[in-house]
């Protein structure tokens, strides 16, 4: 029912212990792994920098820990190989464009990619806060109390629409609504993907979660049950929403028309909605090797006569 992004088959939540087997074992990998090096031609295809996933990787691959750049991960194809990460040697950090570690040539050191979106975006005031985000609405916020509590919901103003987690600003893609989140109480269980009926998050413990997975063909999340179903019917809490590298991976047509995929940037892919539905529209191809979807014009026309880029 389950396909784990973490683990290679399931979850056990608990707490781990640096028992003499898990040494052995994890040594033993080590020396498994120096004699099968990783593929020098890794490709994944992972586009969260906040999970810890395989997906699309080939061969033995390393890839980073969203909230530490200094660990990494081991992958087999798509199946994580373990449950914990690695560390790179002293002095070096982990890249994750190249998918190894490498010495720390700036010497300004490095930033988690879960750092800052959606790390600072929260959804209870914690010890520190002044503002905290809406779930699904990215241009409200609200004020945190010196007790914890907030008051009414507020607006940010039309020139600066879009709350990031500290401020209005202008960046739709910066915005923290509609990030999977674990409340109080969530602990050791299964939240909804907002964005993907389809997906899940795994709450090891308050505040936005690193490690997700997602339902079987056929079947859909079922934020009341917690659980996947084939009975499920697909309900995307946030719909439409623009990823950080600019594009809208999962879209539900609202009305018909052709859309496109990536708003800011000319992009060969759009969608074309012929019919309302929950469902996700499948994107569609340009007709053109050379030709683009125009986000002003929306239509496909020669790269050239592109407006946006």
């Known amino acids: 029912m389950y ?5 290679s088959h399931s979850l056990t939540l ?8 898990t040494m052995d074992f994890r040594a033993f990998f080590l020396l498994v792994l120096a004699i099968v090096p990783a593929s020098s031609t890794q490709t994944c295809t992972n586009q969260n920098a906040c999970l810890v996933s395989c997906e699309g990787c080939t061969g033995i691959t390393m890839v980073h820990d969203p909230i530490n750049c200094h660990r990494f991960y081991y992958c087999k194809d798509d199946q994580l190989l373990t449950d914990s990460p690695f560390e790179c040697p002293n002095g070096q950090e982990f890249n994750p464009q190249t998918h190894m570690c490498q010495p720390d040539l700036d010497g300004e050191g490095c ?3 879960c750092a800052s979106e959606p790390g600072e975006c929260h959804y209870t005031c914690q010890p520190g806060d002044t503002l905290i985000a809406s779930v699904y609405d990215c241009g409200t ?3 945190c109390d010196a007790e914890g509590n907030f008051g009414l919901p507020k607006t940010c103003p039309p020139e600066k629409p879009f709350f990031d987690g500290k401020k209005c600003q202008t960046d739709e893609i910066l915005c923290c609504h509609c990030h999977g989140y674990c409340f109080p109480g969530d602990e050791g269980r299964l939240v909804a993907d907002p964005t993907d009926c389809r997906r899940y998050y795994v709450c090891l413990n308050e505040g936005v979660p690193v490690y997700s997975g997602t339902c079987d063909k056929g079947e859909h999340f079922d934020a009341i049950s917690r659980q996947c179903s084939t009975e499920a019917p697909c309900r995307t ?4 929403v623009i990823g950080a590298n600019g594009c809208i991976e999962n879209f539900t047509c609202l009305e018909k028309g052709r859309f496109a995929k990536c708003p800011s940037v000319c992009f060969p892919e759009y ?4 019919e309302f539905g929950d469902t996700y529209a499948p994107a569609v191809l340009c007709p053109y090797n050379n030709y683009l979807f125009d986000p002003e014009k929306l239509s496909c026309v020669n790269e050239d006569y592109c407006n946006k880029n």
């Open 3 to 7: 396909q784990w992004h973490r683990y």
């Open 14 to 21: 608990r707490p781990r212990l640096h028992s003499p087997t």
């Open 111 to 113: 930033r988690p990619l």
């Open 141 to 143: 916020y609200y004020i």
């Open 237 to 240: 809490m946030c719909r439409n």
């Open 271 to 274: 969608y074309d909605c012929l």
